[in-house]
C-alpha cells in the first residue's frame, strides 16, 4: 500500500447533503482519511495509490456534490 494525500479548493460551501457524502467517502476502498476545512475552503484525502489515483478521488468527490474547483500543492 502506498499511502498519498492530495488537497483540493472548493467554490460553494457543501450542503447538508454533501457532508453527508463525505462521511461515507470513508467507505469507499482505497480512501483512508478525508479532512474538511470550512475556513479554508479545502477538503484533504488521504488515499492508497495502488487503488486509486487523483483524478478517481476528484470523480468522487465531484459525484457527491462538492463545488471542486483545484488541485492544491502539498507544502
Given at each position: 500500500?502506498?499511502?498519498v494525500e ?19 467517502m ?5 480512501i483512508?482519511r ?16 495502488t ?6 478521488v476528484?470523480k468522487?468527490?465531484r459525484?457527491?456534490g462538492f ?9
Amino acid at each position: 500500500m502506498t499511502a498519498v494525500e492530495v488537497l483540493f479548493r472548493y467554490g460553494m460551501p457543501p450542503g447538508e447533503t454533501e457532508m453527508g457524502a463525505l462521511g461515507q467517502m470513508s467507505d469507499v476502498y482505497g480512501i483512508r482519511r478525508v479532512r474538511f476545512d470550512e475556513r479554508e475552503r479545502t477538503i484533504r484525502v488521504e488515499y492508497d495509490a495502488t487503488r486509486l489515483n487523483e483524478s478517481s478521488v476528484e470523480k468522487l468527490l465531484r459525484s457527491a456534490g462538492f463545488d471542486v474547483r483545484e488541485r492544491l500543492a502539498l507544502v
